[in-house]
């Protein structure tokens, strides 16, 4: 709640412009009833795997959202529209230091070791909803991720929000844009693909293969 208390600004933002003050206020009051009633199902990463818990978080949102507006009658696309802007206003409205620590922090020595850690421990079991093989960097990148099992896709499956888990993955364009993660991607779960292979290279250049609207079946 309180990561949707500090989105706020951005999605009503996003919202209002076209549905009004009014309405926006009421999708995000909706989005709020969503969060509550998905929380208590959704498999929590943990502490040890902090990254992954954030990035659950932001998939609740995305998936929150998308219910409400989906109720008023929005498709995935059209949906996802609002997202994009509000994810990009909401970073363009963060601190030159709090976009350096985003920036830095991806590359860190505890982001590669909590993501080596969740990689070896989702080898038996997933992580919160997370499997993953951590990939060593060869010189063309830091290093990558290549997930096997995506706890966003889970999640907007279980809740009715399967067209839209393919565009979720359009928030990576923005957080790889905004703070110099220069990602490159061929292919993800929900749109498709046999993984989601994430490839970071330090203020490289964002190259991600879209494909949509895809959902891969189980």
């Not at 954030?54 to 008023?72: H, P």
Request: proline share 4%; hydrophobic share 45%.
């Amino acid at each position: 709640m309180q990561e949707l208390d500090a989105w706020r600004p951005d999605f009503g933002a996003a919202l209002a412009k076209r549905e009004g003050e009014e309405a926006a206020r009421a999708i995000l009051e909706e989005a709020r009833a969503k969060i509550e009633e998905m929380v208590a199902t959704v498999p929590d990463p943990g502490l040890r795997a902090g990254p992954m818990r954030l990035f659950t978080i932001a998939g609740i949102l995305y998936v929150a959202l998308y219910l409400a507006l989906a109720a008023r009658g929005y498709d995935a696309a059209r949906a996802w529209e609002i997202c994009d802007e509000a994810t990009r206003a909401h970073f363009a409205r963060m601190s030159r230091i709090e976009r350096a620590v985003a920036s830095a922090g991806m590359f860190s020595w505890p982001m590669k070791a909590f993501m080596r850690s969740v990689g070896r421990r989702s080898q038996k079991d997933p992580v919160g909803g997370w499997a993953l093989d951590f990939v060593e960097g060869d010189g063309a990148f830091d290093y990558g991720t290549d997930y096997r099992r995506c706890a966003i896709r889970d999640l907007a499956i279980a809740n009715g929000a399967a067209e839209f888990a393919p565009y979720i993955c359009l928030g990576d364009i923005a957080g790889s844009e905004a703070f110099g993660w220069g990602l490159q991607r061929t292919e993800t779960l929900a749109q498709g693909g046999t993984r989601c292979d994430f490839r970071f290279r330090k203020q490289g250049t964002t190259d991600i293969r879209v494909r949509l609207p895809v959902l891969k079946d189980d």
